[in-house]
């Protein structure tokens, strides 16, 4: 009998060195004379491990990593494939602290299931929740999606079951599901995991939103630079369809849905949805004014649904388990899981799921093991490039979309870049108005020239002596055109770009060359 041994295939771990420790796997198992049965997984989130190593026995998986190619020689030596004693060896998986301490509810299948094979996904409660949305009637899938408290995981936190009762009530020959996978954001890396690690989640979610809508054709419009998540999704559509869960009568019902993949054209504002619609008819990827809404005229004229991979990719448990479970979860009004994601100069770096309600300071430290420099953290980005710093006196606030809401500051797609106290708050404040800059579509003043005068100003305001005059009129300019980014621009690229530098202006002057002063209770007070 083979032994099974998992090495992931997320591009994370490729990037370094998984293909070429598999192979030396394999090599090394042939000359010994070893039957052995490799699948590329995806990875488990622990991105300082990587690349993780696992075997499967009686017990349950155990594991080892980081492991390079130099090392699997010694490995084998040390007969790792029967539970062998190595340096590398970290025990069972699922007892590794920094998995046994989340909620996986969306990543229960990550790094457990091989990511294309349909009888993996199946064994692994897969296709549950569509088994019995096929039960049930439109109004009553969306009723339980509302019910369960799902808001979109994207950022915005708008209720997925409104949108999908205002697409499900319109009337239409045609309707759309999309699919926003423009992962863009500083940090964040949930998205590309879900896609390259388990493809059906996401397709089963999306069926499902096309069965409670109405809706028969749908789009995942994919970032460009994620080539390993565009082929394993056009893979799995393709193993999907084939199998009949997607194309005409999905499952043998009288449904019908059809799923591509576009890819997307390298563009930070198309991760906008009225951008990204323009994008998929082949424009090039300006905002929309609103209204309309694209629930009700959104692509190509139609009644579109648009989320975000993580919202679609929670549907399924809920349909599976209940409303009720999945709101039970959580803290208020944020109900359910976020996939947290840590980078930065973060010691342990990776994918967290966590239930709202854990705060900030136990992610840093009883997750991430404090900064990887070993110096004190000075700020910490929350929501990626257009989010606050938040200062150590929120690190106790819990994770929650309505407590964050209160001190000016975003959760976003859950997102967390740490910086040391060596960052220096203005060249970062700087890089944000440049960043907006750099990526604006220029449909609107405020965001195309107001991002450019924000670099100009915030180099005025760090090079003027502390003395000088210049320095306070500088600093009420800079608060000034933030405020009208804030409140006149289109979208929210620049209406979000003023957070960062306000939130650093108000609590860590200093490094403006301002004086200290208390600082505003709200994050992005300007």
């Not at 100069?345 to 404090?370: M, P």
């Not at 500088?474 to 690229?493: P, V």
Request: net charge negative.
């Amino acid at each position: 009998m083979s032994i099974r041994i998992y090495v992931p295939a997320d591009s994370a771990a490729i990037a370094l060195g998984a293909d070429e420790v598999a192979e030396t796997i394999l090599a090394q198992a042939q000359q010994r004379g070893i039957e052995i049965d490799l699948i590329r997984n995806g990875s488990r989130g622990m991105f300082w491990l990587e690349p993780l190593v696992e075997i499967k026995t009686d017990g349950g998986r155990v594991a080892y990593g980081p492991v390079q190619v130099e090392d699997v020689n010694a490995l084998f030596d040390a007969d790792f494939l029967h539970c062998g004693a190595h340096a590398l060896s970290l025990g069972l998986t699922e007892a590794i602290p920094y998995l046994q301490k989340q909620e996986r509810v969306c990543f229960a299948r990550m790094g457990v299931i091989d990511p294309l094979s349909l009888s993996d996904y199946e064994a692994h409660q897969g296709f549950a929740g569509l088994r019995r949305c096929l039960s049930m009637s439109p109004t009553e899938i969306v009723q339980e999606v509302l019910d369960s408290g799902l808001r979109g995981r994207g950022g915005a936190a708008f209720p997925t079951g409104i949108k999908w009762k205002t697409v499900a009530a319109a009337q239409a020959p045609q309707k759309y599901i999309v699919c926003n996978a423009d992962e863009g954001d500083s940090g964040t890396y949930s998205d590309r995991m879900t896609m390259e690690g388990d493809p059906y989640m996401l397709i089963e979610g999306m069926t499902i939103a096309a069965i409670a809508t109405g809706a028969t054709q749908g789009y995942i419009y994919i970032r460009s630079e994620y080539p390993r998540a565009i082929e394993v999704m056009q893979a799995a559509i393709a193993n999907a369809t084939a199998a009949g869960y997607l194309g005409d009568r999905i499952a043998g019902s009288s449904h019908s849905f059809h799923l591509q993949v576009r890819k997307a054209a390298g563009s930070y504002v198309c991760g906008e949805e009225t951008a990204m619609l323009e994008s998929i008819e082949g424009k090039r990827g300006v905002v929309r004014a609103k209204p309309p809404i694209p629930a009700m005229q959104g692509l190509f004229g139609a009644p579109t649904v648009i989320n975000n991979v993580i919202s679609f990719a929670s549907v399924p448990r809920i349909l599976e388990r209940g409303a009720a479970y999945y709101k039970n979860l959580g803290l208020g009004r944020s109900t359910g899981t976020l996939p947290i994601q840590l980078a930065g100069n973060i010691r342990y770096g990776g994918l967290i799921e966590k239930a709202f309600g854990v705060t900030l300071r136990e992610l840093l430290f009883d997750f991430g093991g404090g900064s990887a420099s070993g110096r004190p953290i000075k700020a910490v980005q929350v929501g990626g490039p257009l989010g606050s710093y938040v200062p150590e006196q929120y690190w106790d606030l819990p994770f929650d979309y309505e407590a964050y809401a209160a001190v000016g500051a975003t959760l976003g797609h859950g997102g967390i870049v740490v910086h040391d106290d060596t960052a220096d708050l203005s060249k970062l404040a700087r890089y944000a108005m440049e960043f907006c800059a750099i990526e604006s579509c220029g449909k609107c003043t405020p965001c195309r020239i107001g991002s450019t005068r924000g670099v100009e100003v915030i180099e005025r305001l760090v090079q003027a002596d502390t003395d000088s005059a210049l320095k306070p009129a500088q600093e009420k300019l800079l608060r000034d055109l933030c405020h009208t980014m804030q409140y006149g621009s289109l979208c929210a690229l620049g209406s979000m770009t003023p957070n960062p530098v306000i939130s650093a202006l108000n609590y860590y002057p200093q490094d403006f060359g301002l004086a200290a002063a208390n600082p505003a209770s709200d994050l992005s007070k300007a």
